[in-house]
């Protein structure tokens, strides 16, 4: 340790693409996340860091690490004390949730803002900062690297590897170590055999090796240094050994690898880039630590459609259902969404054919309904039915797309009178404004249900699979030319693509689809925030359904989605046709608060890369089947329960409706529009994502009345909006504020007010319809000055709405 120059002490660097990382040095090694997600797999464990958590590599350890779209940091304590030989570092922020945690936080941000403003600070306070978060560390997040005797034996063999991970580096005989543990050298060999996989002297060697020729690569010691600095006591023996597990010699590994290699002593320091936006980042932070009141000027303004929503409604046959129906035409009024989407409309249960004949009497029924509430109908006019999802893996109910003929020609025609029929009822000025989508069979979903005959497609006596691409592009090119002879002007695109599971190269796929003669007049796609990552390494395990720990997925995969377009040069429109934060109907997140909050982050920030997003799905009715014929409460996806009580993400949608088409000013959670300078609309929101209790916790169940737990606790935020440069310099103004969150209009906290049973009778229900609404509180405001401040309180998972109007009096 060097007491003159600190940042000889401390080395910080950034974590830019996925990597593996391991270290055999004695030093504090720190994985640190300024924002977005990280994603670490030790041993077969894995673990996620969300923004402004830390975590400590173990020594010798391989870790690998998923940084994608993070901000995050690798940062190094030079530490070594004698007497703390057999201590190891070894914790984190997100599975054991010590007070200590935001000690070790606060301290290394402030480390962070001491790199970034070197000049400004002195020796000493870098100093007292690395001593200080060194104190913390060797208080709270060590542990004995020794071997205890009063274990069970596997125990026993746990902590020898643990023992040998920590100093493999010294001289360690089995027969030792059995002694101290009481057990015949034989008997613990045969034991860490079946527990590791191999006998420990052959785990103690590769591990020396580990490090072998991490300094073969990256340092330029002698090898004699080397090996000894390994724990190899004979160069002769470990010569002999190198070249057995390496098939080289260990100077002939080295010319190779280094060969091979490209290495740079400075590839993940920081760069001028990286301490600007560091700098931004304090600069930010420090400005809302000292100042609480946002300042917005009301004569900049630019144009945002806010109307572009669109609600999943569902099977198509769902709708001829009264419940159903009058769930729909509570719509009616206030009606936030432009589109209703329905799939299954061309099954042979819902558009039956008899000969030549066919039976619209159905159909007409469902499009009537769709349109007496106000909703244009987009409709997937694909081979799609209906499933219910309790797991991603398991289905609770699948009710198929029926089909009568696998001909194309059959299919084209059902088009075509399809359209004929609609154009007669409707008039063609009507039908021309709907959406038409065909979806893409995907092999995954058919494969689970059991319904592969959907991808089949029969051309010219040839049995073709429309799940391949140029089958899918022929068959679509050719619907939509036939559909167009009818209604030149409608819409029609697909495929319906899975952001979330699609592991496949998009672009070679869309850029023949695209330049094709049948090139779709849109391109829609599903996101849903499972996480690859955890999916593919937990396929073995029982472990929590893999909803992904980055609050910003949606974001982030649009936006990867849009840069594809880009550079296939794809100029039309794009639709989210699917988003919810799980496929699932099963799980309580759904009539949780958070979805409100959910709903406003992910759409607003959505917005300006597509042109229509679809919210998955209205009404819980959707996926009622019967293990919920008696619950009210089952974890549902609907924005309104199936006896019609609403949600809070009901309300995020209607206020979302309630916006301006002015966007005064715009942040992560907080939203200024206006129609015209004498009304002005605040949207703002509290949001926190899921915790690590949802995602380490594996043995408990949650329900109704602790998923509250699920979600990480935040505080309560007040902030203080000044509005300038207003038109009159003095006027008078009636402010109405709106706020729904957990405590307030929240389903799960009424419910749980009221009833322990899941049954809920008539009066209950028409109770609850008006206790979940939001709570209104009006004001009167005085603008002076051509100002006006707003105060605000926001509780964690609130959302409000306050609309500001000017008054006479």
């Known amino acids: 340790m060097r007491l003159i120059e600190p940042w000889e002490n401390i080395e910080i660097n950034v974590l830019a693409e996925d990597r593996i990382m391991q270290h055999f040095d004695l030093n504090i090694h720190l994985i640190y996340v300024l924002a977005g997600e990280v994603t670490i797999e030790k041993e077969g464990t894995i673990i996620s860091l969300q923004k402004n958590d830390f975590y400590i590599l173990s020594k010798s350890l391989v870790h690998t690490v998923y940084t994608k779209n993070a901000r995050a940091f690798e940062i190094v304590l030079e530490y070594y004390f004698e007497e703390q030989e057999n201590q190891v570092f070894e914790g984190n922020s997100v599975t054991e949730n010590k007070r200590a ?45 020794t071997i205890e005797e009063e274990r069970s034996m596997k125990q026993k063999v746990y902590e020898l590897k643990f023992y040998i991970d920590n100093n493999f580096d010294k001289d360690i005989r089995l027969v030792d170590i059995a002694n101290k543990l009481y057990v015949s050298d034989q008997y613990l060999s045969r034991s860490f ?66 060969a091979k290699a490209k290495v740079s002593s400075k590839q993940n320091s920081l760069e001028e880039k990286d301490l600007r936006n560091l700098e931004i980042y304090f600069k930010e932070k420090d400005a809302k630590i000292s100042d609480e009141t946002i300042q917005v000027s009301m004569q900049m303004s630019s144009k945002q459609n806010f109307q572009k929503n669109m ?169 939509k030319k036939a559909v167009k002879q009818i209604v030149p002007m409608i819409q029609i695109g697909g495929c319906g693509l899975s952001l979330d599971i699609e592991t496949r190269d998009l672009s070679t796929f869309l850029t023949q689809w695209t330049m094709s003669k049948g090139a779709p007049d849109f391109l829609s796609l599903s996101i849903y925030p499972m996480d690859a990552v955890k999916q593919q390494l937990n396929q073995k395990k029982q472990h929590h359904e893999p909803i992904s720990p980055n609050s910003d997925y949606m974001l982030h995969r649009i936006k990867d989605f849009k840069e594809l377009l880009t550079e296939i ?136 009345r602790n998923a509250a737990a699920l979600f ?23 402010i109405k504020y709106y706020r729904i969150g957990q405590k307030t209009g929240n389903i799960l906290e009424e419910i749980n007010q009221i009833s322990s049973s899941d049954r809920l009778d008539d009066e209950m229900i028409t109770y609850l319809k008006h206790r979940c609404e939001p709570q209104l509180e009006i004001r009167e405001g005085q603008s002076r000055n051509h100002q006006l401040k707003i105060e605000l309180e926001l509780f964690p998972q609130d959302i409000q709405l306050i609309e500001i109007q000017k008054v006479s009096r």
């Open 569 to 704: 040069n794809y100029q039309g429109k794009t639709f989210i046709t699917e988003f919810n934060v799980t496929i699932l109907s099963r799980d309580i997140i759904n009539d949780t608060a958070f979805k409100g909050s959910y709903i406003l982050k992910n759409a607003l920030g959505a917005m300006p890369y597509c042109d229509l997003i679809g919210y998955w799905q209205l009404t819980d009715l959707s996926v009622t089947t019967f293990d919920t014929a008696n619950k009210e409460i089952f974890g549902g996806s609907g924005l309104i329960s199936k006896s019609g009580i609403p949600k809070i993400g009901y309300y995020a949608y209607r206020f979302l409706n309630r916006l301006g088409n002015q966007v005064v000013y715009q942040s992560e959670d907080l939203l200024i529009t206006k129609d015209d300078p004498n009304k002005i609309q605040i949207l703002c929101y509290s949001y926190s994502h899921l915790n690590s209790t949802y995602y380490y916790d594996h043995s408990s169940v949650f329900t109704r």
């Open 712 to 734: 990480a606790s935040g505080n309560v935020q007040t902030k203080q909006v000044l509005l300038k440069d207003l038109k009159e310099e003095e006027s008078h103004y009636r």
């Open 311 to 479: 609600i999943n409604l569902g099977y198509a046959g769902d709708l001829t259902h009264a419940s159903f129906a009058e769930q729909i035409h509570y719509l009616q009024e206030n009606n936030p969404f432009n589109y209703g989407r329905i799939w299954g409309l061309l099954s042979e249960e819902i558009l039956e054919q008899v000969g030549e004949a066919y039976d619209f009497s159905t159909v007409d029924e469902i499009l009537r309904i769709m349109l007496k509430a106000g909703i244009k109908p987009f409709l997937e006019l694909g081979f799609k039915g209906k499933l219910i999802h309790e797991s991603h893996t398991q289905i609770v109910k699948s009710h198929p797309f029926i089909r009568k003929s696998y001909k194309l020609s059959d299919l084209i025609q059902r088009f075509q009178v399809f359209f004929h029929h609609c154009v007669d009822v409707f008039g063609l000025e009507e039908v021309s404004t709907w959406m038409i989508e065909i979806w893409k069979p995907n092999p995954l979903v058919l494969k689970t249900i059991g319904c592969e005959d959907l991808m089949r497609i029969d051309q010219d006596g040839v049995q073709l699979n429309l799940a391949k691409e140029k089958t899918y592009i022929d068959v679509f090119s050719k619907i």
């Open 101 to 145: 945690d935001n000690q070790v936080i606060q301290s290394i941000e402030r480390l962070l803002k001491l790199y970034v403003l070197q000049e400004k600070h002195t020796v000493s306070e870098v100093f007292e900062e690395y001593f200080h978060i060194l104190q913390i560390l060797e208080k709270e997040y060590t542990k004995p690297s």
């Open 193 to 258: 055999s079946n527990e590791i996989g191999m006998p420990m002297n052959e785990y103690l060697i590769r591990k020396r090796l580990e490090k072998v020729r991490k300094d073969l690569l990256e340092t330029e010691k002698s090898i004699t240094d080397i090996a000894f600095s390994a724990g190899f006591s004979n160069i002769n023996s470990f010569n002999r050994l190198f070249k057995k597990y390496q098939g080289l010699t260990p100077s002939e590994f080295r010319k190779e690898t280094k």
